[in-house]
């Protein structure tokens, strides 16, 4: 069975830094692309960016360029998304989702990150 | 800034039918942006529906449909049933980035 175990709840203050992660089993992880997504308190979904795990190939949204980092490592079926200092702005729902035959197919069950001082 | 724009909200009676549509802001919406769509219920992960704009995994029920309709992309719901009552968002690829829509809630009534 193809899962995707995303890290827990987070709570941060702004200006920190923070890392979450995204553990794919049942499946070959480094053959397929993994993205994630945003959804902001009552809002809408919101396309951050995708990584291939097999080469590190990673593509990012304009909106998103330079503001966050996407990464794998290959070696324990893990993608990660982070950021260097946050803002409140970041305070979120983090999905990550597994990129199968043109369809976003698996998705982790997502990760809170609330971040207020 | 792409925006890919969809319906706020839709309300249909159960049993009825109704079509949720996707405009790409660069123009006609093609199969070459491989329309995907998903459903979304209050505190879920979205769960994907449709993909290359018109094939079903082997969990979308058959009532759901997808296409290209006058320059968009389209779902369409026939037969809704109670528990169809959710947000529903399309994707569109733009040559290696991807855009979600601004989502339709889907009220039954």
């Known amino acids: 069975e193809v899962q995707l175990v995303q890290s827990g709840a987070e709570v941060k203050k702004p200006g920190e830094s923070l890392k979450i992660s995204c553990k794919g089993s049942?499946?070959?992880?480094?053959?397929?692309?993994i993205g994630w997504v945003r959804q902001m308190p009552g809002k809408g979904l919101e396309w951050m960016g995708i990584?291939?795990?097999?080469?590190?190939?990673?593509r990012y949204s304009p909106s998103f360029q330079g503001q966050v980092t996407i990464s794998a490592d290959k070696s324990i079926s893990t993608a990660y998304l982070q950021w260097s200092s946050l803002k409140a702005s970041d305070t979120a729902m983090y999905y990550c989702?597994?990129?199968?035959?043109?369809?976003?197919?698996?998705w982790g069950q997502g990760t809170l990150v609330t971040v207020s001082s | 800034q792409t925006v890919v724009t969809q319906e706020p909200s839709l309300t249909v009676s159960p049993g009825g039918t109704v079509t949720l549509t996707c405009a790409s802001s660069?123009?006609?919406?093609?199969?070459?942006?491989?329309p995907n769509w998903f459903q979304q219920k209050p505190g879920q992960a979205p769960r994907a529906l449709i993909y290359s704009t018109s094939n079903k995994h082997s969990w979308t029920p058959a009532r759901f449909s997808g296409s290209l309709l006058g320059g968009k992309a389209a779902l369409t719901l026939s037969g809704v049933q109670p528990e169809d009552e959710a947000e529903y968002y399309c994707?569109?690829?733009?040559?290696?980035?991807?855009?979600f829509g601004t989502g339709t809630k889907v009220t039954v009534l």
């Open positions: 994707l569109l690829y733009y040559g290696g980035a991807y855009v």
């Open positions: 660069t123009g006609a919406v093609t199969s070459g942006y491989y």
């Open positions: 990584i291939y795990p097999g080469d590190s190939d990673t």
């Open positions: 049942g499946y070959s992880f480094t053959s397929y692309w």
């Open positions: 989702a597994r990129r199968f035959s043109g369809s976003y197919l698996n």
